[in-house]
C-alpha cells in the first residue's frame, strides 16, 4: 500500500507546490503598485534615451571632427592649386608681353600709305509739278 500511496503523496505534494506559487504570484501582483511600475517604466525609458543621446553626441562630434579635417585638406589643396594657376597664368602674361611687343616692332616699319579721293556726289534734279487753278463754275 505504500507503494500505491506514494504516486498519490507526489501528485498532492506537486499540487500543494503549485498552489503555494500561484499564492506567492498573486500576492506579489497585488503588492505591485501600477502606478510603480509606470514610474519604473519611465525611468528605464528615460535613462535609455540620455544614453543613446550622448551615444549621438558623441558620434556627431567624431563626424564634425572629421568633416573639419577634410574642410581643411581641401582648401589646402584648394589653395595649392591656385598658386599653381596663377603662376602659369604669370607664364603665359609675360609670353603673351614678348609676343606683343616683338609684332609692335614689326607694324612701326613704314608702309605705304593709300591715299583715296573723296567723289562727289550728284545732287539729284527735283521736278515740279505745274500747278493748276481751278476755276468755279457759276
Known amino acids: 500500500m505504500n507503494e500505491e500511496n506514494q504516486p498519490e503523496n507526489k501528485k498532492t505534494a506537486v ?3 503549485i498552489n503555494e506559487l500561484r499564492s506567492n504570484i498573486e500576492s506579489f501582483v497585488s503588492d505591485l503598485n501600477v502606478s510603480d511600475l509606470k514610474n519604473h517604466f519611465n525611468k528605464i525609458v528615460k535613462e535609455a534615451q540620455k544614453d543613446f543621446n550622448n551615444v549621438v553626441n558623441k558620434d556627431l562630434q567624431q563626424v564634425k571632427a572629421k568633416l573639419h579635417k577634410e574642410k581643411e585638406d581641401v582648401e589646402k589643396k584648394a589653395k595649392k592649386f591656385l598658386e599653381n594657376y596663377k603662376k ?3 607664364v603665359l602674361q609675360t609670353k603673351f608681353e614678348k609676343l606683343k611687343t616683338a609684332t ?3 607694324k612701326k616699319s613704314p608702309v605705304a600709305s593709300k591715299t ?7 545732287k539729284a534734279t527735283t521736278t515740279k509739278k505745274k ?5 468755279a463754275s457759276k
Do not use: E, H
Not at 583715296?116 to 550728284?122: G, I, V
Not at 500747278?131 to 476755276?135: G, L, M
Open 88 to 90: 602659369d597664368l604669370n
Open 104 to 106: 609692335s616692332q614689326f
Open 131 to 135: 500747278a493748276t487753278k481751278k476755276v
Open 116 to 122: 583715296t579721293k573723296k567723289k562727289a556726289t550728284k
Open 15 to 17: 499540487m500543494g507546490k
